[in-house]
Structures are given as C-alpha cells and as structure tokens.
C-alpha cells in the first residue's frame, strides 16, 4: 500500500460537482506535482486532504491508516478534522502568516497550542526546533522579524517552516510561488527542492513546469475535477499520452 492513497475523492458545492472520483496514491519520499487548467479542482483537492472541506465521497488513507472513509459517513466533528490534519502540513499561495507574530512566534505557536504547557524546558525545545527550522529555510537571521518586515519569499520560507514544525508526513504546496516576483520564486523552489532531496513527502500545485520536471518522482494532470493523465515526468512532458494533457502544455508554451 502506497504511502497516501487516495481513492475516488468526490467534491460538489451547490449542485457542481468539483471533484469527479479523483484518485491517486503516492509512496514515501516522493514528490507529486500537479498541473491542469485554472478551475480543474487542484485547490479543492488539497483542501478536501487537509479538511479544510469534507469532501462528500471516496477514501484517504496516510501510512496505512485510513483518515476518512466516506462510505462510514462524512460527519466529522471539528476534534475530528483537527487530529486528521495532523498528518499533513499545506503551504498556501498567499503565505497566510500572523502579521502580529515574529517569524518564530508564526513557526512555533502550533506547536505551542499542541504541547499545552507553560513548562519552561518544553517551551524552550519548542523555540530551538523553530530556530533550526527557520534555519534550514535559510532565514536563521530573521528570527524575530515580522512578516511586513520581510520579502515575499522570506515570508513563503517562514511559512514552510511553520507547516514542517508538527512534522507532518506529507507536505502541501498550493502554487507556492504564484504570488511572488519571479527573482523571488527561486529562492522558494530551492527550499521545496533541498525538502525532496532530504526525502520529505509531498504534494505541489504548481504552474512551473521546468520544476515539476526537475523535482517531482510523479506529474497528476487534473482536468475537469479528475486525473485526465498520470505519470513521471519525461512521460507528461516529454511524450504525454492524452490529447487533453497535449493541448494544455503547448497553451503554456505558447502563452
Ligand atoms: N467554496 C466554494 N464554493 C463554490 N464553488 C467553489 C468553491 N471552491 C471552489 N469552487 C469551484 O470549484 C472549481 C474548482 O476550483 P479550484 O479552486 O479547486 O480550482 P484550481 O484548479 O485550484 O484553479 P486555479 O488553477 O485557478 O487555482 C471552480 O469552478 C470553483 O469556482
Ligand atoms: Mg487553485
């Protein structure tokens, strides 16, 4: 069994159906990056997986447990959808970061909610985990700066950080660099690419395609609320197979 598996997702709101069964499965280590037209449902998706919303059919299983199973019903209580979302970590295209927090505080407040204490020595490992993670991202110097005293991509790289703090098992990216200048978009992609290396597991909506094809093990091209084509990627963009998948590529190539 793959480790996230995702089984015939459905998704409607009102009477539009968003997500059509939409399935894949992705093993430890591996990136996943997802492409497809603006509307596909690649947003949804990510939302339905993290439970942001309930998506009204199908199957999520992480690392062997199943998380919701919507044949036993899509009720979930808030405690519920809290404790599923531990298993995943989203990075959204617009940072979302306290404005009121330094870059530590925003990296370590979840944390601290979670340990529930005012034990100074937990409260300190808390702080020094924060620090590396800030560390890694390369913003080791920016610790107690706020967002508006950062670049747009200090402030993705703060938010990346903030999403590894709970060690999720899988980490999600919703077009991380969409809202960024493009000298900004590197730094980003450096992050999320020095993640695969380190063996992360993760899922990236993502509109670069030079990157998707440099770094993910895996291409979904969703379409239409489903996965019109699936496959590495030397197949989706060296050679894809479907007349749907085509026609986007050469639209981007031309746009
Ligand atoms: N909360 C909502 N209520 C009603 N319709 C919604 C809602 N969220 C999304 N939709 C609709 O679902 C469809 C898919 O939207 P979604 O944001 O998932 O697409 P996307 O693939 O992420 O597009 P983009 O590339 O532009 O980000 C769209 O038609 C959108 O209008
Ligand atoms: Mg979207």
């Known amino acids: 069994m793959a480790f996230l598996e995702v089984k015939d997702l459905k998704k409607s709101f009102g009477g539009a159906e968003v997500l059509r069964g939409l399935s894949f499965s992705l093993e430890q ?6 492409i497809g037209p603006s509307g596909g ?8 997986l993290n439970f942001l919303e309930t998506a009204d059919g199908g199957r ?6 199943t998380i919701f199973d919507a044949s036993r019903g899509v009720g979930l209580s808030e405690a519920e959808r809290r404790k599923n979302r531990l298993h995943f970590g989203l990075v959204f295209q617009s940072f979302n970061l306290f404005p009121q927090y330094t870059a530590l ?9 979670l ?4 034990e100074r020595e937990r409260l300190a490992e808390i702080e020094a985990e924060g620090a590396a993670l800030l560390k890694r991202v390369g913003l080791g110097e ?3 700066s706020y967002p508006h005293q950062l670049s747009g991509g200090q402030q993705q790289r703060v938010a990346i950080a903030r999403a590894l703090a709970l060690r999720p098992e899988v980490l999600f990216f919703d077009e991380p660099t969409s809202a960024l200048d493009p000298e900004l978009t590197g730094e980003v992609l450096r992050v999320i690419r020095q993640l695969a290396e380190e063996g992360a597991t993760m899922v990236v909506v993502t509109h670069e395609m030079r990157f998707a094809a440099a770094v993910s093990s895996q291409v979904l091209f969703i379409d239409g609320g489903a996965v019109a084509e699936a496959g590495p990627p030397e197949q989706i963009f060296g ?8 026609r986007f590529l050469s639209q ?3 746009g």
């Open 60 to 65: 999520i299983a992480v690392a062997g447990e």
């Open 105 to 113: 505080e925003n990296v370590t407040l979840a944390p601290r909610l």
């Open 29 to 34: 280590g591996q990136t996943l990056s997802v």
């Open 41 to 48: 449902g690649k947003t949804t998706l990510l939302r339905c």
């Open 115 to 118: 340990a529930g204490t005012r």
């Open 239 to 246: 050679s894809p197979r479907e007349e749907r998948t085509r």
């Open 142 to 144: 920016k610790l107690r």
């Open 252 to 254: 981007l190539a031309d």
